[in-house]
């Protein structure tokens, strides 16, 4: 089967843009995170996803971030305003695991993002 | 802040060495994983431990656990060119900084 999806695989835009990234988990995975990670550096937990409940969303560095999850499937992580800061690979994965990190979590290829 | 981290954040080996690699942690975990990562993309699972395990094996990779040291240890047996990646442990929703090992053939 299809493993995590993430659209776009690039994407360049100009400072002060909205930009949105899309993740496809693993058909059945009721649980979610997307990480940023900066150049040369480990992943920063960014927000959590599981099933129906209230999203974990302690990481997010600013409240021009947000993330939503439709239908327990696809998400969409949004910047608004970018910031040069915001440049980074923007990472999804889903896992079939019903808490944090109890069991393995599958990674798609990532998003880079580079804002001008 | 990031609970793992990882140490050294470096290491550069011959092919067929072993490459070991330590992770440290804050608070008390479930279960710990190690993953790997290649040209600084999608990750990719290597090993899962349990809190209440001290060792586990998979292939050429072990994996060792001390809860009472809140540390970790991946061990490369007999390294291969095709091992050079990035490594991270990972503790509850936060992965460590990594260690980037290069095997030299």
């Known amino acids: 089967g299809a493993g995590v999806s993430q659209s776009p695989s690039n994407k360049v835009t100009e400072k002060g843009k909205d930009v949105e990234l899309r993740c496809d988990p693993i058909s059945g995975h009721t649980a979610l995170y997307w990480y940023r990670q900066s150049l040369g550096q480990g992943l920063e937990f960014l927000i959590y996803?599981?099933?129906?409940?209230?999203?974990?969303k302690s990481g997010l560095p600013s409240d021009r971030f947000s993330a939503e999850r439709t239908g327990g499937s696809v998400s969409t992580l949004t910047i608004q305003r970018t910031q040069q800061e915001d440049s980074a690979v923007y990472l999804c994965?889903?896992?079939?695991?019903?808490?944090?990190?109890?069991?393995?979590?599958?990674f798609g290829e990532g998003s880079r993002l580079t804002v001008l | 802040s990031q609970q793992g981290e990882e140490d050294p954040q470096a290491l550069s080996i011959q092919e067929g060495e072993n490459a070991t690699m330590n992770c440290s942690y804050k608070?008390?975990?479930?279960?710990l994983q190690w993953y790997r990562q290649n040209s600084g993309r999608g990750l990719v699972h290597l090993i899962l431990?349990?809190?209440?395990?001290r060792e586990k094996h998979s292939g050429r990779l072990r994996v060792t656990l001390d809860t009472s040291k809140k540390s970790s240890s991946l061990l490369i047996t007999a390294s291969r060119a095709a091992d050079t990646a990035s490594y991270f442990c990972a503790t509850q929703l936060v992965f460590g900084a990594g260690t980037i090992l290069r095997v030299k053939s």
């Open positions: 431990i349990r809190s209440n395990e």
């Open positions: 996803f599981q099933g129906n409940s209230a999203p974990d």
């Open positions: 994965a889903s896992s079939p695991e019903t808490g944090p990190n109890t069991g393995e979590l599958f």
């Open positions: 608070t008390s975990i479930n279960n």
